[in-house]
């Protein structure tokens, strides 16, 4: 600081008291000084600490608007009356106005009435007039990131802390736009546009900033008041006079701001859906983009794909590498479990290809009959038991029950197609078809195994699509086979006139070991099976149920009434299996019977000497016929 004029009060009128003029340097920047305490003498020359008075807005309009800092001669004008006064008289006025605005008790210390009454009239000008232009400006963030907004990119509103009076102007680069909250105006994209203290902006662009312009746009703009009025105090010892200025009292100080924005970095990613064997496209799979690689964090949800197979979607980058994982399969398919690496490019697309396996199904046919477990003998007779079994050796074919297509729509097979044939169950009588496209087929028998019947059954099965989380599709069917059956019928006749005998009594019996289907003997060779009786007819039928592999007696049990029991015809009989086609084998026999003959020889006597008398007659009945013997 230093002291240069001297300005003694009574050489303008003003008292007895006196005060020098201070020329104070910054750095680069300096300003007049005026003393602030007049009954303390004032400082020499040197260097003082400087600092700025928070609340130091009165002692800022005095030093601002009593000097030619307001861009004008302010209170001394002519027509306030003071325009005549000499730059003396208002330097002390001005020096006695800021002790004053200072809040010294002994600011008019040394000052007459004329003095205090101008540097009151004075203090009370400044103090009415508009607030002095602040230099101070800066962003409430002059650091931001622009997000996605819709279809465009906008940065946070940005207030403008500045003065009022202070300005800028930010030229906007191409594509920029401004969207001025305070005014409600949107300025053109890459235009100049001025801001004033206090406003409120943003700024938006294209999604497509990055890759049309730049990835970031920094600006340093300058403000429109170029000097410093705010109030600041030197203090210089408790013996000497404190000093008060206001920088920019005809000393330029250039302010500057800097404002930088970063734009949303865009990257694009696509996927491709296909089927794993073809290249066929798949529509209706849904993606997701994942953050991390346990594709536990979802950054956003492609769309479906289309009848291309293709999804796409448009992301900040915020990270390298992002994570594709398959949310929905398509219909008909199972969902791929895999994640896949995705390097994000700005303003590039990165293109995945991702296969799906068609589901599948698996079709189980199985084979089952009656099998000889068992009998239970009596004296009556012998009841045979059988169980359901599996049967190997049943052949089938398999053909489309519909139009089977693959899951992408191609035709595999036509209704009626003959797609798997000749196939034999095995020993646990099943047979497996794998890698069958879903749909709808007809199973049909084409051969019993050894000892059932055919009936030549059919059965429709559908394989039906079972979620995406499915690897295969079972299903399973069973034909059951009746075994062939053995019908065995008598006949009872008169030898002589082949006239039907009813009341003959039959046996039938196993004519060897009877064993199960574990090779055990249920039943003994001669064990009583059944009997039967003929009826009017002269016939009988035997219902035991006869199993397969056997032979068989047929014996006559007891004779009709009159007739004598044919002890020599025995009628034996195999039941061996024929063919699947034959439900059942029938045996007929018929027996034959002689008539009982009687020989009835009459012995005349005298009933007194019991001898024998040569003539006379008798009768013989057989029922109401009557004959005479001679």
Not at 149 to 172: E, N, V, Y
Not at 526 to 548: H, N, R, S, W
Request: aromatic share 10%.
């Amino acid at each position: 600081m230093t002291r240069g004029a001297e300005y003694r009060y009574a050489d303008y009128g003003y008292g007895t008291y006196l005060t020098y003029q201070y020329t104070v340097k910054f750095g680069n920047v300096s300003a007049t000084a005026y003393c602030v305490q007049p009954s303390k003498p004032g400082p020499g020359t040197g260097t003082y600490t400087i600092n700025k008075v928070g609340d130091g807005k009165a002692l800022a309009k005095v030093c601002y608007y009593g000097t030619k800092a307001s861009g004008d001669d302010g209170f001394f004008t002519e027509e306030n009356g003071y325009g005549n006064l000499s730059a003396g008289a208002r330097f002390i006025l001005v020096h006695l106005a800021a002790s004053y605005a200072n809040g010294s008790g002994d600011a008019f210390s040394g000052a007459n009435t004329t003095a205090q009454n101008l540097a009151k009239k004075l203090y009370n000008y400044c103090i009415s007039q508009p607030d002095i232009p602040d230099v101070a400006m800066s962003f409430s963030d002059a650091n931001v990131k622009a997000y996605v907004d819709g279809s465009s990119q906008r940065t946070k509103d940005i207030t403008f802390k500045a003065d009022a009076l202070q300005t800028i102007t930010m030229k906007l680069p191409a594509g920029v736009k401004l969207h001025n909250l305070s005014t409600g105006k949107t300025s053109k994209a890459g235009a100049n546009v001025e801001i004033c203290g206090g406003t409120k902006v943003y700024l938006s662009a294209p999604l497509t900033q990055v890759s049309d312009v730049a990835g970031s746009w920094f600006a340093t703009m300058k403000g429109s008041i170029t000097k410093d009025y705010s109030a600041y105090k030197i203090s210089t010892g408790s013996g000497n006079q404190d000093l008060a200025l206001v920088f920019g009292e005809g000393v330029d100080d250039e302010k500057y701001v800097d404002f930088k924005v970063f734009w949303v970095q865009q990257a694009s990613v696509k996927v491709i859906k296909k089927d794993a064997k073809s290249d066929a496209k798949l529509s209706g799979a849904v993606f997701g983009l994942y953050s991390d690689a346990e594709c536990t964090k979802l950054i956003t949800q492609l769309p479906a794909t289309d009848e291309n197979g293709e999804a796409s979607v448009q992301i900040t980058k915020t990270q390298e590498t992002v994570y594709l994982k398959e949310i929905t399969a398509p219909s008909g398919y199972r969902i791929n479990a895999t994640a896949y690496n995705v390097k994000l490019e700005v303003s590039k697309t990165t293109t995945v290809t991702v296969p799906d396996e068609e589901q599948l199904g698996q079709l189980t046919v199985y084979k089952e009959g009656q099998v000889l477990t068992g009998a239970d003998v009596t004296e009556n007779g012998t009841t045979f038991k059988y169980e359901k079994r599996r049967q190997k050796g049943a052949i089938y074919d398999v053909y489309a029950g519909a139009d089977i297509k693959t899951a992408y729509g191609a035709k595999v097979y036509s209704k009626g197609d003959l797609v798997k044939e000749n196939l034999t169950t095995d020993t646990n009588g099943a047979i497996v078809l794998k890698n069958l496209h879903l749909g709808t087929y007809v199973v049909k028998e084409k051969q019993a195994p050894t000892g059932f019947y055919n009936a030549g059954e059919e059965k429709y099965v559908t394989l039906s699509y079972a979620g995406q989380n499915v690897d295969v599709v079972f299903s399973e069917t069973t034909f059951t086979n009746d075994r062939q059956k053995a019908e065995v019928i008598v006949t009872k006749q008169d030898k002589d006139t082949e006239n039907p005998l009813d009341g003959g009594i039959f046996g039938l019996y196993a004519a060897s070991d009877i064993t199960n289907a574990d090779g055990t003997v249920v039943v003994k060779k001669g064990t009583l099976i059944q009997k039967v009786t003929t009826g009017a007819d002269g016939t009988a039928k035997f219902t035991a149920d006869l199993p397969l592999g056997f032979s068989y007696d047929v014996k006559e049990v007891q004779a009709p009434e009159g007739y004598v029991r044919n002890t020599e015809d025995v009628y034996t009989f195999a039941l061996s299996y024929t063919n699947d086609k034959e439900a059942k084998q029938t045996f007929k026999h018929t027996f034959k019977n002689e008539r009982v003959i009687a020989k009835i020889s009459l012995k005349k006597q005298d009933k007194e000497t019991k001898k024998g008398c040569s003539t006379g007659r008798c009768y013989f009945r057989k029922g109401s016929l009557w004959t005479v013997c001679p």
